[in-house]
């Protein structure tokens, strides 16, 4: 690979990730389930994707590359929380949550997912990846991540069937 | 109704919304936060990519940058000196002997490997897992069991029974390493349970109304030989209750309720203590709130006000963490400061030594290198500080 020089290197990782800051703060933010923590993760990733920017040969992978990066920073972080000790969850930060009673269940089932599922459903419905980036982001086989997803939808909402559509 | 790709996708941005736009990287309405946000990353990473340029040039530099990407490298183990060839790679142990108790971590360089350590801080053994499972692992006190989400393994990884956590959810390790407790909803009330490696999980109590909305209940301790478990339960911004339970016969020994401004729960593993941190701002509204206090459990009296401080945890043997910062405080249970430790980073995982007084602590330096520093507390106050790249296990 042609060495590009740091300017070079340096307009590519702004055009590449930049664009992806935002949705990687969310991501982080439903996974992590907490505002300032998703900041500094998604702060670490972005070092991190710099650092290894080299590694990424195909710019068209940068999404699935990016998040991934992010996920597994989400990870980490989730594996120093602390011990027998539960920081209740920040207040809402904007006042204007719909009140759409509706969905009360379902969002409630949201909050008590296990992080690692968090991250399967946001990066899967939310981020649209396909399934074989999902299931590289989080480190594992194609099949074990459908076998999860299909575990995860299922537990959700006992009550409803799950469109098939889900599953694919 | 169908649980759709719709619904589930408005469910998501609902819960997104409670966290706000992230201020900081923000790009529209102009490029500036963003760009200063980035500033220190790109020059940081320009610096490190002169620096490394330099020292290519003058060929007495051997990196070795397999980095972890998509692209099919391997995991960055850093850099060597060609005049130093790096040590020899340290033997692959194998699983840890029996008859000790052990404390696990991940191994940094592979996210699959757990590593055990002895309470001299020595590794004594390794076992090779899939990454799922050693995402979210929890041990045992004593370390001879480890649960990985969905079942119980033994310390060679061996599968000795299942519990899946989503229909039970997430267990806590019970003081004598030989049970888990949690509780799960049901449908007027949650249920407090018990289970063992391969025995199937058993109802001990209803707690409480159903949760309901956007709270829930958790276990924040269990002890077999002293017959309590203690649950409480937090919504959004608050701990609203807290319940002592026996675990033998069902009955609510102590029920706190309308707790007030308490924002987060610590007890002690063999479920005699109890330490309800509370905080001016969320739940109190900016108001200052009541100190937090130590609690003796079964009776439900304050052994100790400690102010402002937050408690992290508490041992068996009375010793109470408190600390958020830099500065880490060990105090009795009765609020007198027992020693103080500069802190290499902010939040701790801690572990009780079973039937002893060393405790572990480990601490989040946010190290580029992505572990986390250990340390072994004995009760005269000395350390001992457990070498290599590990991260804490889930807890």
């Known amino acids: 690979m042609a060495h590009k020089s740091p300017a070079e290197d340096s307009t590519r990782f702004d055009g590449l990730v930049r664009p992806l800051l935002e949705p990687a703060y969310r991501l982080a933010a439903f996974t992590l389930q907490d505002g300032h923590e998703a900041e500094d993760a998604v702060q670490e990733a972005a070092i991190r994707a710099w650092r290894r920017l080299d590694g990424l040969r195909d710019d068209t992978a940068i999404k699935s590359w990016f998040f ?28 204007d949550v719909p009140d759409v009673s509706a ?12 992080p690692d599922d968090r991250l399967l459903i946001h990066l899967r419905f939310r981020l649209d990846l396909p399934i074989g980036e999902v299931a590289r982001a989080l480190r594992i ?15 959700l909402r006992p009550d409803l069937e799950v469109d098939e559509e889900l599953l694919r | 109704m169908k649980l759709t790709r719709e619904n589930l996708r408005e469910a998501i941005q609902r819960e997104e919304s409670r966290f706000g736009a992230a201020p900081m990287f923000r790009i529209e309405g102009g490029g500036a936060p963003a760009r200063r946000r980035l500033l220190p990353v790109l020059a940081a990473g320009l610096a490190g990519l002169l620096l490394v340029a330099g020292l290519v040039l003058t060929g007495r530099y051997v990196a070795h940058l397999g980095e972890s990407a998509p692209a099919g490298h391997g995991t960055h183990h850093g850099a060597y000196w060609s005049g130093y060839p790096p040590a020899s790679p340290a033997p692959k142990l194998g699983p840890p002997p029996a008859g000790i108790s052990l404390i696990w971590a991940i191994d940094a360089a592979d996210p699959g490997r757990l590593l055990a350590y002895d309470w001299d801080g020595h590794e004594v053994g390794a076992l090779t897992l899939d990454q799922n499972a050693t995402a979210f692992v929890i041990q045992s006190p004593d370390g001879a069991y480890l649960w990985t989400e969905d079942r119980f393994l033994d310390r060679t990884g061996r ?38 490696p391969g025995v199937a999980p058993r109802d001990v109590a209803a707690v409480g109304p159903g949760a309901g909305g956007q709270s829930g209940d958790r276990v924040v301790a269990c002890s077999v030989s002293r017959d309590l478990a203690i649950v409480y339960r937090s ?32 007890a002690s593993p063999d479920a005699r203590y109890l330490a309800l941190n509370t905080s001016a701002g969320g739940a109190c509204n900016a108001n200052p709130g009541p100190p937090t206090a130590i609690r003796d459990v079964p009776t439900g009296g304050v052994l100790a006000d400690l102010g402002t401080r937050y408690v992290a945890a508490i041992s068996s043997s009375g010793i109470v963490m408190t600390g958020d910062g830099s500065q880490l405080e060990l105090m009795s249970v009765r609020g007198k400061l027992l020693n103080t430790f500069s802190a290499p980073g902010q939040s701790y995982y801690v572990l009780q030594r079973p039937g002893g007084s060393d405790l572990l602590l480990a601490f989040n330096a946010q190290r580029a290198d992505g572990s986390d520093p250990m340390t072994i507390v004995r009760p005269d106050w000395s350390r001992i500080d457990i070498g290599g790249l590990h991260q804490v296990i889930a807890n």
Not at chain 2, 168 to 189: F, L, N
Not at chain 2, 255 to 260: A, K, R, S, Y
């Open chain 1, 68 to 95: 991934t990066i992010v996920a597994n920073e989400c990870r980490s972080r989730q594996r120093r929380s602390w011990w027998r000790v539960v920081k209740t969850a920040e207040p809402a930060l904007t006042a």
């Open chain 1, 103 to 114: 969905g009360l269940d379902l969002d409630r089932a949201l909050q008590r997912l296990a």
């Open chain 1, 141 to 155: 086989s194609e099949g074990a991540c459908r076998t999860r997803l299909h575990r995860v939808l299922r537990g």
């Open chain 2, 159 to 196: 599968e000795v029974g299942v519990l899946p956590a989503a229909d039970k959810g997430q267990p806590v390790w019970a003081e004598d390493s030989r049970h888990v407790c949690g509780v799960r909803d049901a449908a007027s009330h949650s249920e407090l349970w018990t289970a063992s």
């Open chain 2, 235 to 266: 919504a959004i911004m608050s701990v609203t209750d807290v319940w002592a339970v026996r675990l033998s016969t069902g009955q609510v020994v102590t029920h706190l309720t309308n707790l007030v401004c308490v924002n987060g729960v610590a």
